[in-house]
C-alpha cells in the first residue's frame, strides 16, 4: 500500500497570507496526486488533479506542483472562505489520501 | 448540472448489510468516460476509498473491503449502489458517493449519508 503524509495536521494562518501545503508520498506515484478542500458537514471539494492541473471554477490563488513522492498546495492571499481541511489523494495505485491538514485562522 | 444523491438506511444493525444507492441526476451514467465511485469518511477522521464502478458494470475494490464489497450499476435507473458485508461499529461514517472524472480523481460528489452501525 503507498502510504500519503500530510505534515502538519493543523496549519495557523491569517488573511492575506500565503501558505504551502505539504503532501509526501511513500513511493513514487509519478503526478498522480490530487487535492481537495472539505469544510464542515460538505463533501470535499476537487481543487487541483494530477499534481497542477487547476480545476474549472477553482480561484488562481490555488497552485499545486511536485512529482514523484512530494507534492505541495500554495495558496496565496488566503480568503476567509479558504479555511478547511485540505486533503491530497494519491491515485498511482489502490486510492488513499492523507490525513489531512486543517488550515485555521490565527 | 451533474448532482448525485446518496440514499439508504441511516442506522444498520451489527453483522447486518448496509446498502446505499446513488442516483445520478442531470446526465447519464452511462457516459463513457466516467467512473462511479463511493467514499467513506468516519466522523473527525479521513476519507476512504471503498470502491468504483463503470457503465460496463467493471468495478473494482479496496483491498482491505474487498471480501464484504459490491457495487452494482443500473442504468435505467440511472443509479449505482453499495453493498457491505457483515457490518461492525467500524464501519460508522458518512458515505459519499462521487463521479470519477479521470484518474480516480472526483469532480462531483453526493452531500453525504451518515450510516451509524448499531444494534
Known amino acids: ?106 | 448540472q451533474v448532482q448525485l444523491q446518496e440514499s439508504g438506511p441511516g442506522l444498520v444493525k451489527p453483522s447486518q448489510t448496509l446498502s446505499l444507492t446513488c442516483t445520478v441526476s442531470g446526465g447519464s451514467i452511462r457516459s463513457g468516460t466516467y467512473y462511479w465511485t463511493w467514499i467513506r469518511q468516519a466522523a473527525g477522521k479521513g476519507l476512504e476509498w471503498i470502491g468504483r464502478i463503470f457503465s460496463s458494470g467493471s468495478a473494482s475494490y479496496n483491498p482491505s473491503l474487498k471480501s464484504r464489497v459490491s457495487i452494482s450499476i443500473d442504468t435505467s435507473k440511472n443509479q449505482f449502489s453499495l453493498m457491505l458485508s457483515s457490518v461492525t461499529a467500524a464501519d460508522t461514517a458518512m458515505y459519499f458517493c462521487a463521479r470519477d472524472v479521470a484518474d480516480d480523481a472526483y469532480d462531483i460528489w453526493g452531500q453525504g449519508i451518515v450510516v451509524s452501525v448499531s444494534s
Do not use: M
Open chain 1, 1 to 106: 500500500d503507498i502510504q500519503v503524509t500530510q505534515s502538519p495536521s493543523s496549519l495557523s494562518a491569517s488573511a492575506g497570507d500565503s501558505v504551502t501545503l505539504p503532501c509526501r508520498a511513500s513511493q513514487n506515484i509519478h503526478r498522480y496526486l490530487h487535492w481537495y478542500q472539505q469544510k464542515p458537514g460538505k463533501a470535499p471539494q476537487l481543487l487541483i488533479s494530477t499534481a497542477s492541473s487547476l480545476q474549472s471554477g477553482v480561484p488562481s490563488r490555488f497552485n499545486g506542483s511536485g512529482s514523484g513522492t512530494d507534492f505541495t498546495l500554495t495558496i496565496s492571499s488566503l480568503q476567509p472562505e479558504d479555511f478547511a481541511i485540505y486533503y491530497c489523494q494519491q491515485t498511482y495505485s489502490t486510492p488513499s489520501f492523507g490525513q489531512g491538514t486543517k488550515l485555521e485562522i490565527k
